[in-house]
Each structure stands twice: as C-alpha cells, then as structure tokens.
T-cell receptor, first 113, second 113 residues
Framework: QQQVKQSPQSLIVQKGGISIINCAYE??????FPWYQQFPGKGPALLIA?????SEKKEGRFTISFNKSAKQFSLHIMDSQPGDSATYFC????????????FGKGTKLSVKP | DAGVIQSPRHEVTEMGQEVTLRCKPI?????LFWYRQTMMRGLELLIY????????DSGMPEDRFSAKMPNASFSTLKIQPSEPRDSAVYFC???????????FGPGTRLTVT
C-alpha cells in the first residue's frame, strides 16, 4: 500500500521558472514531511522539511507548502536553475524525524537553460 | 568526515549466487538503515538498526535477505540465493540519533542476471 503519492513523475522547466512537485499522504498520524534531492549516482540528501504545525517553510529558493486538511504538501523551487536538475522525493513519517520514512516514488526535474 | 561508505558500488552476479553488500556508517551515528530503490517501487526501507540491534525488519522482502551489524562501524546486507528481481540500487543511511537527519551513502547498484 503506497502511503505517499507523488506527482508528477517528471517535470521540465525553463531556467528562471517555478518548479512545483506535489505529494499526498493517507496516514493522519504522519507528523514529519521532508523533501530529499538526489543527483545521478548519489544517495538522496535532505533538502527541506516541515512539521504540520506550520503551513509553509522557506529556505532560500525552496518552499514547502503544507495543507493538513487536504493531507497534501508540495515543494516549490523558485527561479529554477539547471543545477537543480535532479530527482526529488517527498517523504513522511510518524514520531517526528525519529520515525521511519515512507517515500514517494520521486519526480525527475529537468531545468532547461 | 567521509560520509556513509558503501561497497561495492556496482555488483553483477548470476541468479542463485550469494551477494553481500557492505556499509560503514558515519562515525558516532547510532542508527543505520538499509533501503532498496527500484523504478517500480521507489525507495523502500528494508531494515534499520539502533545501537547495532535490529529494530524493524518488516521491510525485508523474504528469507533470502538478511542483515547484520556486528559493530557500530559496519553492517552487511546479504542476499542468498539472489534472483533477477533483486536487481536494484541498495542504499545505506545512518543517523546520529532520534530527531537527526539521515545521511545516505552513494548506493550499490546490483544486477542479477
């Protein structure tokens, strides 16, 4: 049973544009929602994370928007750059960041120069 | 710090052979995770250890898979006998403690022919 659904599977954005990746979860016990970035040949690396007590978190060009009632959260990349081209995974866990992560299937982002 | 170290980086083996994947976590980290990544199923947690003790192995697909952590600086994931459907990228990750970020290794790409 997939508990975290991620879309789209792939995304092509022009340099300077906004990239938006969406995730939906089923388990209302989830209370920690991180996003991971993975470059080819590398392991995933934590990009940004949010807890359900806030609706938005911003770090530089990366923003997480969180909608608790809809059980959805999204990653926005402002002013997308070719260096942002990577695969992005959303994840969720219960028990805060101590819990085991359930990952979405990933979104391959390509930013065209 | 060198980060999480995995070996080998690539493994090609024939069906029925035993495969052993190795992981050295970041020094001082108390939790270690083994994940499997495939296109179809995404990133799945196989097993995790706390202070060298297996805590949750519910993600281990079947008895052909086994994992050990004999000490704080070394873990193995063994598949015996291997099957073509085991072909995937296997990641090891470590974490200092509850609430801390998971750091992923570069992965081992396993191909079973």
């Amino acid at each position: 049973q997939q508990q975290v659904k991620q879309s789209p599977q792939s995304l092509i954005v022009q340099k300077g544009g906004i990239s938006i990746i969406n995730c939906a979860y089923e388990n209302t016990a989830f209370d920690y929602f991180p996003w991971y970035q993975q470059f080819p040949g590398k392991g995933p690396a934590l990009l940004i994370a949010i807890r359900p007590d806030v609706s938005e978190k911003k770090e530089g060009r990366f923003t997480i928007s969180f909608n608790k009632s809809a059980k959805q959260f999204s990653l926005h990349i402002m002013d997308s750059q070719p260096g942002d081209s990577a695969t992005y995974f959303c994840a969720a866990s219960k028990g805060g960041s101590q819990g085991n992560l359930i990952f979405g299937k990933g979104t391959k982002l390509s930013v065209k120069p | 710090d060198a980060g999480v170290i995995q070996s080998p980086r690539h493994e090609v083996t024939e069906m029925g052979q035993e495969v052993t994947l190795r992981c050295k976590p970041i020094s001082g980290h108390n939790s270690l995770f083994w994940y499997r990544q495939t296109m179809m199923r995404g990133l799945e947690l196989l097993i995790y250890f706390n202070n060298n003790v297996p805590i949750d192995d519910s993600g281990m697909p079947e008895d052909r898979f086994s994992a050990k952590m004999p000490n704080a600086s070394f873990s193995t994931l063994k598949i015996q006998p291997s099957e073509p459907r085991d072909s995937a990228v296997y990641f090891c990750a470590s974490r200092k403690g509850p609430g801390d970020e998971q750091y992923f290794g570069p992965g081992t790409r396993l191909t079973v022919t």
